[in-house]
């Protein structure tokens, strides 16, 4: 059980840095209506707001490097997802350090949807 | 109901790093037996492991600084709270920056209890 959540939280992290990085509109697939994101203390409710948010960010290509995945499971079946990493901007000389916790959670078909987001880039 | 949940995230988390700094034994009482730890990557469960972890760590004396403190209501009832700040020990000159998350869970009262917590350390 504790390496099966252990293996969806990594292979949601992969999967969603993949699309952030490579076709962020399809990041829509992972929300849906009820979905919330905190980025940097915007907030911002719903697929729509959300797609339009993490599309419209004022860089065009970035590239997430993944430090650290921890995975526990939540109540209803749920999982929280609590990852730490660097932000790789063209132009960029230094890398902006991350963090990012998700709430997965169930649908059918053995997939996943993000209810809760929150990104902040840490400040050294 | 957004302003009430900040207003929880943010006394939680004043009470979580109030008691870590100055009556660490005294955090068991925010954790049950189902509750769950990721520390720096080493996972622990119950109320008991938790609290023999957190009053284990290497060191005495510690202060938290709190930068930012995000919540968003979770599925349940419960609330997801994302901290990013800094740790302070004695002798250290620089400062830790660390991010940590949990998933509280109402109790009676108006009252909850921690059932998810993840906490690591940022290193830049």
Chains 1, 2 share one sequence.
Do not use: W
């Not at 980025?39 to 004022?58: C, M, N, R, W, Y």
């Not at 526990?72 to 660097?86: D, H, K, L, T």
């Not at 993000?114 to 902040?120: E, L, P, S, T």
């Amino acid at each position: 059980m504790e390496e099966q959540i252990d293996l969806v939280g990594k292979a949601f992290a992969d999967h969603y840095y993949h699309l952030f990085d490579n076709d962020r509109p399809a990041l829509s697939s992972l929300y849906k209506p009820s979905s919330m994101l905190i980025f940097e203390g915007h907030k911002i409710q719903g697929v729509e707001d959300i797609t339009a948010k993490l599309t419209s960010l004022p860089f065009d290509q970035c590239r997430h490097v993944i430090s650290t995945i921890d995975s526990q499971p939540s109540f209803s079946g749920g999982i929280v997802v609590f990852i730490s990493g660097s932000l790789q901007l063209p132009g960029e000389e230094h890398h902006l350090r991350f963090s990012q916790m998700f709430h997965l959670i169930p649908m059918l078909e053995g997939n996943f949807y993000v209810q809760n987001d929150i990104f902040r880039l840490n400040y050294g």
